[in-house]
């Protein structure tokens, strides 16, 4: 059974930082590449951070360069999102989320998601 699991979100002040964290299970999460999306009350779901499946690469969203960085440890299947210097617009449901592009298909999953809610 594929699982994807977030955990770590919660109540952070401004300037603040948080870890999610990503536990996989089901399938081969090494051959997996991960993002991190995030959906904000009345807004569309949009992608944060991408790392490969080696975790060789990262992709990060233009709101959150220099503040987030993504990561994995393809041998405990787990994946990260370490978020710094919090401001109000990063309160949101943050998701994680696993690809891989085949020959004639795309395995897709996600996890059921985390809030993360930035206050004072």
């Known amino acids: 059974q594929v699982q994807l699991v977030e955990s770590g979100g919660g109540l952070v002040q401004p300037g603040g930082s948080l870890r999610l964290s990503c536990a996989a299970s089901?399938?081969?999460?090494?051959?997996?590449?991960m993002s991190w999306y995030r959906q904000a009350p009345g807004k569309e779901r949009e992608s944060v951070a991408t790392?490969?499946?080696?975790?060789?690469?990262?992709y990060f969203a233009d709101s959150v360069k220099g503040r987030f960085t993504i990561s994995r440890d393809n041998a405990k299947n787990m994946g990260y999102l370490q978020m710094n210097s919090l401001t109000y617009e990063d309160t949101a449901v943050y998701y994680c989320?696993?690809?891989?592009?085949?020959?004639?298909?795309?395995?897709?999953?996600w996890g059921q998601g985390t809030q993360v809610t930035v206050s004072s």
């Open positions: 989320n696993t690809w891989r592009v085949v020959l004639g298909g795309k395995y897709d999953y």
């Open positions: 089901g399938f081969t999460f090494s051959t997996y590449a």
């Open positions: 790392i490969t499946a080696a975790g060789i690469r990262t």
